[in-house]
């Protein structure tokens, strides 16, 4: 006998360890038939029969609206398959019955996996698993996935999926007698494949996305037979007089289920500990009172420890790349290399290489860490439900707080993290503005000036000033999502689900080798992919001359005018250009053009600061080269990333734009007002 089964659940259940826990090495992925998505199949042997596991992507709800979402919701109602495997999380069962429920009104033929029971377990919640079966109708197969209990208990009942009946939930006398009129009108029309009452029920709500998946499942259009469609006029027509409407009509099928759910809840669940401290936790993580001043002091230690301890590392890279460069200079010159050859190639790719790992790789090192560590403790999410507002109120989805949590680390990070926003408007939102949180190219430049100009106050004054500067990044962020959505992308914002994951003592050992190897070693290998190139190129402009001044000198002078009027000057602005592939060495190439060096020169901040002032740096320069820092184009990486998922030359020179726009436009305002 052959059988296949669904795997369905909502994220960070451990559908996954279920899934690899049923099916071993006998699995595949693939991607669905004209879809963007991943498919994973598996499968197991038992008794001489074989099962067959599709494992649909993650959803909350059968109200589907990303593309992952349509896929399992139609895989789950229209597919061809002989049951449902929904796996639960047994920590927060209530939000994992909503997916169950509507399962449950399709078909009778489900087992739910109540995974997570060890957990459950550690938190002292309880969940009665039995009752649980006895109220919903179905097997439930308590579980703990990772450490294999309850496998074989799952493997023997997917064998034998009782035929159940449907689920039936009662919503109040009127919609009942409605739903019934449409019921009775389309129940000979099925062919038997489907549940007539959650037919009707999908009929009266209107969902067009699903009655389309009907009528492509049927063959047919079922809205097509005047029986049908005289039953869903005199359905509606009963609603309406009873001051129905299509919103009170969604919230009285909503209110219904999430009735049904708190009954079975309170009938089967008791909590006698850790799931209450959560709650607690939230009232101070999310509250009105204590949310928004935790999170800026999250930030600001964060930003104090990545700001103070970089410090030494990075010194003692820069040093170890600084002999590394001498030696290779040597080798060269053994070799019988030319003079040019070997400054080209010592004094100018490998320093700008150097110079990147050395600035890049101690702060990134200790950010991406202290970042993971907040993911995984479940505080990351809670910093997103606390921006969700502001950004919708600024015509953006809610989901863009999280891109720009992303967007801390890396911005290119923070672009590929877009995709989980389902509206084409609100993911060019998010791509266009991801670049003005500071990324950690561009931490090292601003860590540098704010050091050099703050005289009183040491490392805390330094990162109060660091953590403002990323506070004013996320305010832009905001203000120009909302005059982007009244202008070059109108719309309406859209709704979203945000789970707040239960909280978790983060692993700390796991964590530093992800964070180190999954994102800094990656990062850094990006760029300094671009900076190889960039130095081979910075250095032919500082040493090819034309008259007496080289051509990067031609062209500091050619940007001077722009430069002046925004309170810098235009070797500052050549930095910025000529630092288009990595940030990070912005600062270098301009202290290479002020020197009239022909090579990146490392710095002493005490001798940096002196060399900036006597060329002309005052308080109103930093002050216009931190904004234009927070506000310029995106890196190579990070624009080649906005093309790529954007698949559009004109949002990628539109992502490059906007901020470069701002930025021009706030350093000359900023300029001028200082010196009226």
């Known amino acids: 006998m052959s059988i296949t089964l669904a795997l369905a659940g909502n994220p960070n259940v451990g559908k996954s360890t279920v899934f690899n826990a049923l099916t071993g090495a006998r699995q595949h992925t693939g991607n669905w038939a004209g879809k963007t ?26 109200l589907a609206e990303s593309v992952d979402e349509r896929v399992a919701r139609d895989y789950i109602c229209f597919g061809e398959h002989d049951g449902i495997i929904l796996v639960c999380d047994a920590t927060c069962l209530e939000r994992n019955l909503i997916l169950a429920l509507q399962t449950l ?26 009752k649980l079966s006895e109220l919903l109708g179905v097997p439930v197969i308590p579980m703990a996935a990772r450490s294999g209990k309850g496998i074989d208990g799952l493997k023997a009942a997917a064998l034998n999926i009782p035929v159940c009946e449907p689920l039936s939930i009662s919503y109040g006398p009127t919609l009942e007698a409605a739903i019934k009129e449409v019921e009775t009108a389309i129940s000979d029309k099925l062919s038997g494949e489907l549940n007539p009452r959650w037919v009707a029920v999908r009929l009266l709500e209107n969902d067009r996305s699903l009655v389309e998946g009907l009528n492509e499942k049927l063959g047919y259009s079922i809205t097509a037979f005047d029986d049908v469609a005289l039953a869903l006029k005199n359905a509606s027509g009963l609603l309406r007089e009873n001051g129905f409407t299509a919103e009170s009509l969604r919230e009285r099928l909503v209110s219904g289920m999430i009735n049904h759910i708190e009954e079975v809840c309170r009938a089967v669940i008791k909590e006698r500990g850790s799931f209450a401290s959560d709650r607690r936790l939230d009232r101070i993580f999310t ?25 030494y590392p990075s010194a003692a890279l820069s040093s170890l790349f600084s002999r590394l460069e001498v030696y290779l200079a040597h080798l060269l010159e053994s070799a019988g290399s030319p003079d040019f050859l070997t400054a080209m190639l010592a004094h100018g790719v490998f320093r700008v290489l150097g110079w990147v790992v050395s ?21 990351l999410p809670r910093i997103a439900f606390n921006l969700d507002g502001a950004f919708r109120r600024c015509g953006a989805c809610g989901k863009q707080a999280l891109t720009t949590c992303m967007g801390f680390g890396c911005n290119a990070v923070g672009v590929t993290g877009c995709r989980i926003i389902d509206s084409p408007r609100e993911k060019l939102l998010a791509m266009l503005t991801n670049v003005f949180v500071p990324c950690n190219g561009r931490l090292p430049s601003l860590i540098a000036v704010i050091t050099m100009f703050t005289v009183l106050g040491g490392g805390l004054l330094r990162a109060l000033l660091l953590t403002a500067c990323i506070v004013g990044g996320i305010g832009l962020t905001l203000a120009v999502c909302a005059v ?47 900076a190889a ?13 034309i008259g007496d001044s080289s ?38 190439l301009v202290l290479m053009g002020y020197t009239g060096g022909g090579v990146l020169m490392e710095y002493e901040m005490g001798a940096l600061k002196d060399v900036l002032l006597l060329n002309g740096w005052n308080w109103t320069t930093a002050v216009c080269f931190i904004i234009f820092t927070l506000c310029h184009f995106p890196c190579s990486t990070t624009c080649l990333t906005i093309y790529k998922e954007s698949k559009s030359l004109k949002w990628t020179l539109w992502s490059m734009a906007v901020p470069t726009i701002v930025g021009i436009l706030l350093c000359t305002i900023f300029n001028l007002i200082v010196h009226i």
Request: charged share 15%.
């Open 359 to 379: 600035v890049m790789l101690p702060p990134m090192a200790i950010f991406f860490p202290l970042f993971t560590l907040l993911e995984d403790f479940g505080y």
């Open 37 to 62: 998505v991943e498919l994973a199949e598996g499968g197991f042997s038992l008794g001489g029969n074989d099962v067959r596991i599709v494992d649909l992507p993650g959803t909350y709800s059968l």
């Open 533 to 545: 190139p960039a130095g081979l190129v910075i250095w032919l402009l500082a040493n090819i001359n």
């Open 551 to 588: 051509l990067l000198l031609h062209l500091a002078g050619i940007l001077e005018p722009l430069g002046r009027l925004m309170g810098l000057d235009g070797m500052i602005l050549l930095g910025f250009i000529l630092g288009f592939p990595a940030n990070e060495i912005v600062i270098p």
């Open 287 to 311: 509250g009105k009172i204590f949310a928004v001043p935790i999170m800026l002091g999250v930030l600001l230690g964060i930003m104090w420890l990545t700001a103070v301890g970089a410090n």
């Open 105 to 130: 009104e399709i078909t009778g033929r489900v087992i739910i996996c109540l995974n997570l029971m060890d957990e459950a377990k550690k938190k002292k919640i309880s969940v009665d698993a039995e």
């Open 484 to 530: 982007l959505s009244k202008t070059l992308l109108r719309g309406l914002p859209s709704s979203f689900a945000l789970e707040l994951p239960p909280y978790r003592r983060p692993q700390v050992g796991k964590v530093i080798v992800r964070s180190v190897l999954d994102r800094s070693i990656y990062v850094l290998g990006r760029a300094i992919a671009v």
